[in-house]
Structure formats: structure tokens, C-alpha cells
């Protein structure tokens, strides 16, 4: 039998086709009963009328159970006003599996905590399909951008001895006989490979043993970090902008229907163009003074002050240089202002706040020296940094992209953890 | 100044251009100094005549020390003989860093532990850079071809509270409070994701804490993941054939070079078409007997007998319906022999062994249960994955395929550590 995805079925108009998958939901009126099929690729209403079946089958089919497991054979009849453009006119129902207990999840509103503990089943529903199927495009999109322009993915590894920014918020593991830590960050070794090659990503899960539990916090979650050898500020500043607008553009092309499902004002997303408003941190402070909010200068940007600055622009908000003193021991400083660091955040509009972070690194040895002794950190895990900045060292730039948090703002979803498939965070791994 | 890759500069044959890199090899016949430069796209030989630039920068150029970073500015001349067919005929050197120290590895050979442990410069190198290009378009190919046939992309945790096939590989982390492990697959996770899209694969790193210290073991390492609903152990064995075949088709196009840096026997990699053999465990058991290995019937392969197969084919094989008893508890019985199980490894030639792993799940609940008590597993932890089976189960199948084995095979690299940027083993985790 040759099952028919339900997304390529306007292409099958007139014919006969089977599909196989679950029942979304279920009405019936007077003589005919209207099921909603998923198959994970989309939802169609397949139309039974009483005489198409055999009494049987028509009894049978006003009664299953959502989640039934079923194949639906029917004629493709293209409908204008129906979802997708067609429904199937059913011939046969074949029923695979009819679920013995009622499904847990319905269609009244459920509370988060239990629809997180049932996250393997809550995948199904309309919005968390979409959510995700837009993070798929996303990734996709981040990982064409990069192929295009020559970039050479990279793995950091996911062990580290090292604490890039101290232990505190690091994760521990039994490593053997030795400890060591799961990584935050792939970026000090994004910098050996683009030393190697010039141009380089990482895409992989990053964690975060952070004791919080906002709407913006996961323990794990998926970075991407881009790193470029012979960059300043300004071309990974331009790198970002340019990232940022063929991710907006392709989830635009590729994933409108989920987007719609999710009631995404698509307006917002398609003014999303180059130039984006470049501030200096200064300017940043003054803009929060302003909107009267009590900031002190020389502090890094909090959260409500990134919310309050993100929703002040229509686009994504470039905030640099900031206060050296505030940023990681790896940052190099403003030749023009030693006092501030060339680093950029890059802020999400509509509130959502930080999505990147980065700038170009201190390439000079003894000053990156000087740094790490100041930054009371150990030396020795360091050695093989410092090696890059021995051995032809060369001005360089990158960033890291948070995932979720991009997949948050594409999506207008209020929580990162609806943002990942099986979200991890404070006192939540499970399933 | 703009910068042009050295993989570009065959387009601009006739032009003067900059190049941004490193000294990578560097020798002088009289009045001529020969430079070779890499910039990570590609290596170029600069030629630089004692009359083409001032005498100081004649002089200086010389006696610089491999992995100066420098800039050179020149002619593009088209030379067949030339490797990536161009030269560069040197109008002027702007030098970048002087290392002060040399450069800690030389042409000579070095060992592995000392190339390992200065893996961060390591990476430079002719043949791991190679490697790593190849290991990168592999990812590409993957992702494509699954992006290509309507697969979501579904990242599993990385932290999980359930323990898949036991306990004892398992890297066990303090998560705040409670104790968790790290993935070891991310399957089960897969197979709630293919109920909800169909379709699905994560792609992300997992973690084995074995003590073997061999040349196909990483403690941390890649691993792809498809799964997919209402199909059979037939329908994945062909997913996979046609998996492989895309990807070595792939990798020929856009890695050749690479693969020619390696020494690779090209010829073995452009015999690999479709139909891949296809052979049952015992004809797997009766062909180890020919060839004279004490093999037991009922065991599960080993790595020599993997060797052994693997080395009697010309392509990947394919060996499926392994004893039941050698294998994982959610493996559905072959309904035509219950002995065995409907699964299937596929083992790379040219001794290279296993790369793939897969099969047909259980997808009854009242088997599954019973499997979950033959295997002394606890119940509880397995809850959200027998609702799978609770709410419209239907037949799937998938596999799991291991990066840097499959990088290990198509490079012709003998261990898999070369094939991943920054190798963790049992008595390595740095840098």
C-alpha cells in the first residue's frame, strides 16, 4: 500500500489515494461523519457519507477515540474553503490501533505543567507541531547560510576541562577517575578552528546550571556559534544582520502555515530588513533613562532593561560596546576608549531581548594574559588558548546565537520551552 | 583591503589580489623565495623575486617562521602545474605576527599523543584539515537528504532521566538536586516525535563511558537518528542504502581534493551504488565459519567479526534478524521466527565494521511491557514511552548512524578520533 503524505495532496486532485495516520478530531451530521486526519505532515478532513462505507465501518468510524490509528482511503477533492485546499471523499477506513483509554490531552485548555509531562504526546497538537516544524526551518536556514559562504562546521566538544566564564553555572560530570564540566560555550575553540580554517560554526546543545526559572531560561538549549578569522566587530556585526534576515526569510517562505497556526502577526516578521539600528551602549543607557527606567551606568543591560530597549525598536536593536569591566576576560577592548569592550548584543524585538551575543576577541598575548590573571583565573587550562595568540595570531570575530530564543521571537511564543522538543530546566527532565 | 579565499582565486586569473593567512611551508632557490600560504579555504604558493618587492621585506620574508599570519598581495597567474592550478606572483607582504617561538609541530612525523594533545594547532595541518572538510560535508549531505524527504528535525536531550540499555556507560551528572545521565541515543525520544510528524531525525552528540580504549571508540561522539512511522525493518534498510549512497555521492563532489590530500583509494568510494547485499544474522554466522572464526552462534557480532564481514564486500553490507536475545529490549520479534529480531547493522567495507545501527520497534504494549520486566528494567521511568503504544501505535522503524565512524570509513582513516575536531577518549579531554 502507498501512503500519500498529506501535504502533497492538492497535487493528487481526482485521484484515489491512501493516507495513513491519527485522528485529530471527529464530528458527525446527520449521515456523514467528518474525521480529521493528521499524518504529521499536515490535517485533512476526510468526508464519510453513510452510503460510502459498509454499515460497519460507518458505525465504527462516529465512535473511535482520538488518536486511532487509521488509514483513510479516499478520492482527492480540491476545495478552496477546506485547510490545505482539499478533502478526501472516504472510500475504506482500515484501523490499525483504537486507543483502549481515553487520550489524556483534549481539546479544553490544560495547565503547562501537565502538558510538559506529557510532552511525547502534547508533539501531536497543532501549536507545539508548529512551533517545532518552525525551529526545523530555522536550523535549516542557519546551516544553508553557512554552507553557502564557505564556512566549515565544526564541532565543539561537549566535555570541557576548562570553565570558560568560572564554575559557577557549569554542570559537573564523572569523567573516569577526573571531573570535568559540560560546556557553555564552544567559542574558545570556534577560535583555534578559524585559525585553521578560516571560517567557522558550531551548532550544538550548550548548558547552563542556572538556579532560575524565567520564561527566557533553559538548562540546555542549542547554540550557534559562527567564528571568523581577519574580523573586526563591524563584519560579524554585518554577519548577524545578514544571518538574522535569511533566517526571517526562509521560515517566511517555508513555514507560513505554521506560523499561522500559532497567530503570528506576519507583519512583524516581514519588515524584518537590513539596516538594523546599531546604539553604543551609551546611548543605550540614555535611551532606558529616558523610559525612566532606574539604570546605572557602567552595569551590564538585565533583562527588563533588554525587554524595555527591545520593544522600543521594530527590528533587531545592535547595542555595542559595552563596559569592558561587565564582559568575559576574552574580550578585546576599544583601541578608541580602552574602558569599553568590542562587543555586541544583539536584542530581539517585541520584547524578546538578547538572541546574540559576541564580538571580536583580544588577539594580542600579553594583554590576554593580563586579562585572565584579572579575571582570577587559572592559567593552566588556558595554555592552549594562548597558543593561538604564540603561533600567528590574527584579529578575529564571532557570536553566539541562542536557538530557542530566535524560535521564540519567530513564533511570538512567550517561553523558551516551547521552543525545544523536550525542554530541560530547573526541576523539569522529564519524559 | 579585500580579502580573497584562496579557493576563489583560479575566477580571478590576471588580477592582482590580497591574501590573508599563514606561512605554511616556505623554501628559496637563489634569487626567489616560495611561500606557501594557507588561509583554511585552500593553500597557494606565492612567488616572491628579489626585484618584486623592497629589499627589507626580500629579506625578512626569507627567514619567517612557519604559521607567521600575513597578507600577501599579488598577481593571479593560472599554472596547470600549480596545486588548485594558480600561483601568486608577490607585489608586496604585509606581515601580521611574528610567532617569537617555533612553530611546536614540524614536517616530521610526530606521535599521536603529542599531535593530540596540541590538537588546537593540530587542526592546521594538511590531513586533519582534510579530514574535517570531509566530516563537514558528510553533515551537509545528512541534513539535506533528510530535509530533501520531508524529515523534521527534532533535537533529544541531551539529559535524560531513564537509563535505555542500562546503566553502566552511562556519564552521570548532578542536575541540582537529583542525579541524571547523559544520552546514549536519543531514539525513544525519536519514536515520540515520528507519532507526532511522521517523519523525524535528531543529529547531536551522545555519550558512551566505556573504559575500551580502541580505534572505533569516542566517548563523546555524533550520532544521526531518523525514525519513521508506519514503516517496517524493510523500509529503513532501504532508508539507509539510500542514505549512504547520497552521502558518499556527496562528499566525491564536493570534498574530492580533500579526499586526494588523504590518499584515499577514490575507486572504492565510487563503486558504492545501490543494491547494497543483504544477509540474514546466520548467513552472517555461516560465512565467519568459512573464513575459519570461532563464532557461537547467538552472540552478537564483535568487533572482529564485524572486521571480518565487512572486509568480504565491496560495498556496505546489510546483516538484519540477529537473535533476539543479543539485543535491545524494544526491538520487535520477526512475527516469522520469533527468535530473532527485526533489526539490521549495516558494516562499512574495507574492515571498517558497524556504522550503522537500526530496526523495526515493538509496537504492541503488552510485548513491550513484557520486555521491559525480561530485561529487569524499572517500570517507571519507561511510562511515557508505552503511552507511544497507548495512543494509536502504529509499525516504525529507524536507525542510528555514527558520524565519525562513517568519516572514518570514507576518508580511509584507521581511528575514528581523527575524525572529530576535539577527540574525548578514556584518558583525554583536552584540549
Same mark, same amino acid.
Given at each position: 500500500?502507498?501512503?500519500?503524505?498529506?501535504?502533497?495532496?492538492?497535487?493528487?486532485?481526482?485521484?484515489?489515494?491512501?493516507?495513513?495516520?491519527?485522528?485529530?478530531?471527529?464530528?458527525?451530521?446527520?449521515?456523514?461523519?467528518?474525521?480529521?486526519?493528521?499524518?504529521?505532515?499536515?490535517?485533512v #478532513?476526510?468526508?464519510m457519507?453513510?452510503?460510502?462505507?459498509?454499515?460497519?465501518v460507518?458505525?465504527?468510524? $462516529?465512535?473511535?477515540?482520538?488518536?486511532?490509528?487509521?488509514?483513510?482511503?479516499?478520492?482527492?477533492?480540491?476545495?478552496?474553503?477546506?485547510? $490545505? !485546499?482539499?478533502e478526501?471523499?472516504?472510500?475504506?477506513?482500515?484501523?490499525?490501533?483504537?486507543?483502549p483509554? &481515553?487520550?489524556?490531552?483534549?481539546?479544553?485548555?490544560?495547565?503547562?505543567d501537565?502538558?510538559?509531562?506529557?510532552?511525547?504526546?502534547?508533539?501531536?497538537?497543532?501549536?507545539p507541531?508548529?512551533?517545532?516544524?518552525?525551529?526545523? *526551518?530555522?536550523?535549516?536556514?542557519?546551516?544553508?547560510?553557512?554552507?553557502?559562504?564557505?564556512?566549515?562546521?565544526?564541532?565543539?566538544?561537549?566535555?570541557?576541562?576548562?570553565?570558560?566564564? $568560572?564554575?559557577?553555572n557549569?554542570?559537573k560530570? #564523572?569523567?573516569?577517575?577526573?571531573?570535568?564540566?559540560?560546556t557553555?560555550?564552544?567559542q574558545?575553540? =570556534?577560535?583555534?578552528?578559524? =585559525?585553521?580554517?578560516?571560517?567557522?560554526?558550531?551548532f550544538?546543545?550548550?548548558?547552563?546550571? &542556572?538556579?532560575?526559572?524565567?520564561?527566557? %531560561?533553559?538548562?540546555?538549549?542549542? =547554540?550557534?556559534?559562527?567564528?571568523?578569522?581577519?574580523?573586526?566587530?563591524?563584519?560579524?556585526?554585518?554577519?548577524?544582520?545578514?544571518?538574522?534576515?535569511?533566517?526571517?526569510?526562509?521560515?517566511?517562505?517555508h513555514?507560513? +502555515?505554521?506560523?499561522?497556526?500559532?497567530?503570528?502577526?506576519?507583519?512583524?516578521?516581514?519588515?524584518?530588513?537590513?539596516?538594523?539600528?546599531?546604539?553604543?551602549?551609551?546611548? *543605550?543607557?540614555?535611551?532606558?533613562?529616558?523610559?525612566?527606567? +532606574?539604570?546605572?551606568?557602567?552595569?551590564?543591560?538585565?533583562?527588563?532593561?533588554?525587554?524595555?530597549?527591545?520593544? %522600543?525598536?521594530?527590528?533587531?536593536?545592535?547595542?555595542h560596546?559595552?563596559?569592558? @569591566?561587565?564582559k568575559a576576560?576574552? =574580550?578585546?577592548?576599544?583601541?578608541?576608549?580602552?574602558?569599553y @569592550?568590542?562587543?555586541?548584543?544583539?536584542?530581539?524585538?517585541?520584547?524578546? !531581548?538578547?538572541?546574540?551575543?559576541?564580538?571580536?576577541?583580544?588577539?594580542?598575548?600579553?594583554?590576554?594574559?593580563?586579562?585572565?590573571?584579572?579575571?582570577?583565573?587559572?592559567?593552566?587550562?588556558?595554555?592552549w588558548?594562548?597558543?593561538?595568540?604564540?603561533?600567528?595570531?590574527? +584579529?578575529?570575530?564571532?557570536? $553566539?546565537?541562542?536557538?530557542?530564543?530566535?524560535v521564540?521571537w519567530?513564533? !511570538?511564543?512567550?517561553?523558551?520551552r516551547?521552543?525545544i522538543?523536550?525542554?530541560?530546566?530547573?526541576?523539569?527532565?522529564?519524559?
Amino acid at each position: 500500500m502507498t501512503r500519500t503524505p498529506i501535504r502533497d495532496l492538492p497535487q493528487h486532485a481526482g485521484e484515489t489515494v491512501t493516507v495513513s495516520g491519527w485522528l485529530y478530531n471527529r464530528r458527525s451530521k446527520g449521515k456523514i461523519h467528518f474525521l480529521q486526519v493528521r499524518d504529521g505532515s499536515g490535517i485533512v #478532513q476526510a468526508v464519510m457519507g453513510q452510503l460510502d462505507v459498509s454499515p460497519e465501518v460507518f458505525e465504527r468510524s $462516529g465512535a473511535l477515540p482520538y488518536e486511532t490509528s487509521l488509514s483513510v482511503t479516499g478520492a482527492v477533492r480540491a476545495d478552496a474553503r477546506a485547510p $490545505g !485546499g482539499v478533502e478526501l471523499l472516504v472510500k475504506d477506513v482500515a484501523v490499525h490501533h483504537e486507543p483502549p483509554q &481515553e487520550y489524556p490531552i483534549s481539546k479544553q485548555e490544560h495547565g503547562p505543567d501537565f502538558l510538559l509531562s506529557n510532552r511525547h504526546l502534547w508533539l501531536r497538537s497543532r501549536k507545539p507541531h508548529a512551533t517545532l516544524r518552525v525551529r526545523d *526551518a530555522a536550523i535549516t536556514a542557519v546551516r544553508r547560510f553557512f554552507d553557502e559562504r564557505g564556512f566549515v562546521c565544526l564541532d565543539a566538544p561537549i566535555f570541557t576541562p576548562s570553565a570558560c566564564e $568560572g564554575t559557577t553555572n557549569l554542570f559537573k560530570v #564523572q569523567y573516569f577517575d577526573e571531573e570535568c564540566y559540560l560546556t557553555q560555550s564552544g567559542q574558545l575553540y =570556534m577560535e583555534a578552528g578559524a =585559525m585553521a580554517f578560516g571560517k567557522v560554526y558550531c551548532f550544538g546543545p550548550t548548558f547552563r546550571a &542556572e538556579r532560575s526559572k524565567t520564561r527566557r %531560561h533553559l538548562t540546555e538549549f542549542w =547554540m550557534l556559534e559562527p567564528e571568523v578569522a581577519y574580523a573586526t566587530l563591524e563584519d560579524i556585526m554585518d554577519l548577524a544582520e545578514e544571518l538574522i534576515v535569511a533566517v526571517v526569510k526562509h521560515v517566511l517562505e517555508h513555514r507560513r +502555515p505554521e506560523l499561522q497556526v500559532l497567530e503570528r502577526d506576519l507583519s512583524k516578521l516581514e519588515r524584518i530588513e537590513r539596516p538594523f539600528p546599531r546604539i553604543r551602549y551609551a546611548e *543605550a543607557v540614555a535611551l532606558l533613562r529616558e523610559k525612566g527606567l +532606574p539604570f546605572e551606568e557602567g552595569n551590564d543591560l538585565g533583562a527588563p532593561d533588554e525587554t524595555a530597549l527591545s520593544g %522600543h525598536f521594530d527590528r533587531p536593536v545592535l547595542v555595542h560596546r559595552y563596559p569592558a @569591566a561587565v564582559k568575559a576576560f576574552y =574580550m578585546k577592548r576599544d583601541p578608541a576608549d580602552e574602558r569599553y @569592550a568590542l562587543c555586541v548584543d544583539v536584542l530581539a524585538p517585541e520584547r524578546v !531581548g538578547e538572541i546574540i551575543g559576541g564580538g571580536q576577541r583580544e588577539d594580542d598575548l600579553a594583554a590576554l594574559e593580563r586579562r585572565i590573571a584579572e579575571h582570577g583565573l587559572p592559567r593552566e587550562p588556558f595554555e592552549w588558548y594562548l597558543d593561538l595568540r604564540r603561533y600567528g595570531t590574527v +584579529p578575529h570575530a564571532g557570536f $553566539g546565537l541562542g536557538l530557542e530564543r530566535t524560535v521564540a521571537w519567530l513564533c !511570538g511564543t512567550e517561553h523558551v520551552r516551547e521552543c525545544i522538543p523536550f525542554p530541560r530546566m530547573l526541576y523539569r527532565i522529564y519524559p
